[in-house]
């Protein structure tokens, strides 16, 4: 399942906690694929807490508590870190991440915890949704099977990887438009991950998000450059993004283009594919500045010259996922629309 895709799940059983619907959601995917970071955002959208469970650093007394006598009884002290209404608040996300990695005794800890919401006499509030997430066995990492049990205490939702999804979010999280737009032209490098050659640095959307920060550090030093690259991405990866961003200076004004003037386009697939991504950071940056409709009515036009154009629908389709309704409000629209008409109704 895509990206954006999970998200509206998460969002809805997180809403469906109010309902008496809600379902503990179990997310697998591969490492650096984004889970963690996508149930931060649910808690972000939605202004409620996330408390996450790191349950591979877990010992079964420490979900369940440490007992203690009182009187004739024995009776147990619930665990701080589980949601309490009182001091985390009424609705939250119980996070209970690397599942996977939790040794048996800790995975039936978790059992009656997950399904029954309760653990003992400790209740987990009803505005708290439970969301597990984990890697799968064929990904190297510290995996257990698991048990059927555990496993039909969930519903089950892969997450793969999406190109687009993936540079939705990275124009809302100012990504570096060089990375953004060498993705563009080497899409399958988003995620390049073999577990049999076990790499210890890969391309994946948690590293290139590295690898912009790497560029911002090291961007003045081309010497340092690539190897801070490599670090992050890999080997291949780093050396292919570090050659893409040194033929950069091959590309037109684009101070040009957002102005209405004249540019020839470049005739190289890669700097193309670099001039759409920039185009889409000036509009953003116009946009917050207040002359985006003009900025963005010269880009639409710039997007209808170009000799392929699957290379302008892309360029729209991202600047749509970038800056939402307001495009069709822009009165180049309707032409490039009807220009590219063919195009969108073959896609």
């Known amino acids: 399942m ?5 998200k509206i799940i998460l969002d809805r059983e997180f809403v469906s906690t109010q309902e008496g619907h809600h379902t503990p959601v179990m997310i697998w995917g591969p ?14 959208r939605h202004g409620v807490p996330v408390i996450d469970i790191r349950l591979s650093q877990m010992e079964p007394s420490d979900l369940r ?4 006598r009182v009187g004739e009884h024995v009776e147990w002290a619930v665990p701080a870190m589980l949601p309490d209404a009182e001091r985390h608040g009424p609705a ?9 990695s939790a040794p048996p005794s800790v995975s039936a800890a978790a059992y009656q915890l997950i399904l029954d919401r309760r653990l003992g006499a400790y209740q987990v509030p009803e505005g708290w949704a439970i969301v597990a997430a ?9 995996t257990y099977t698991m048990p059927a049990p555990l496993a039909n205490r969930f519903s089950h939702f892969e997450l793969e990887v999406n190109l687009d999804d993936w540079v939705a979010w990275a124009y809302a999280h100012d990504i570096d438009e060089r990375v953004i737009g060498f993705l563009r032209f080497r899409p399958e490098l988003l995620f390049d991950f073999d577990p049999a050659h076990n790499p210890v640095a890969f391309p994946s959307p948690r590293s290139w998000e590295f690898a912009h920060r790497a560029l911002q550090k090291f961007g003045d030093n081309p010497q340092m450059l690539v190897g801070a690259l490599q670090a992050c991405v890999g080997p291949a990866a780093g050396i292919e993004l570090a050659a893409f961003i040194e033929n950069l200076d091959q590309l037109p004004d684009l101070d040009a283009v957002v102005r209405g003037e004249a540019v020839t386009i470049p005739r190289e697939v890669d ?4 001039v759409a991504s920039a185009l889409v950071g000036r509009a953003i940056r116009a946009r917050e500045g207040g002359d985006g409709q003009e900025v963005i009515g010269h880009i639409l036009d710039f997007a209808g010259r170009f000799p392929q154009r699957e290379m ?17 409000s822009v009165p180049q629209f309707s032409n490039w629309a009807q220009a590219v008409a063919d195009v969108m109704l073959y896609q």
């Open 312 to 328: 302008g629908v892309m360029l729209v389709s991202d600047l749509h996922r970038a800056i939402g309704q307001d495009l069709f």
């Open 65 to 68: 508590g440490i007992p203690f």
């Open 31 to 44: 490492p650096g694929v984004g889970k963690s970071q996508m149930v931060a955002q649910v808690g972000e």
């Open 134 to 142: 984990g890697n799968r066995q064929g990904d190297r990492g510290v």
């Open 271 to 274: 700097l193309q594919y670099a």
């Open 2 to 6: 895509r990206p954006a895709q999970l």
């Open 92 to 100: 939250g996300i119980l996070f209970l991440d690397e599942i996977t």
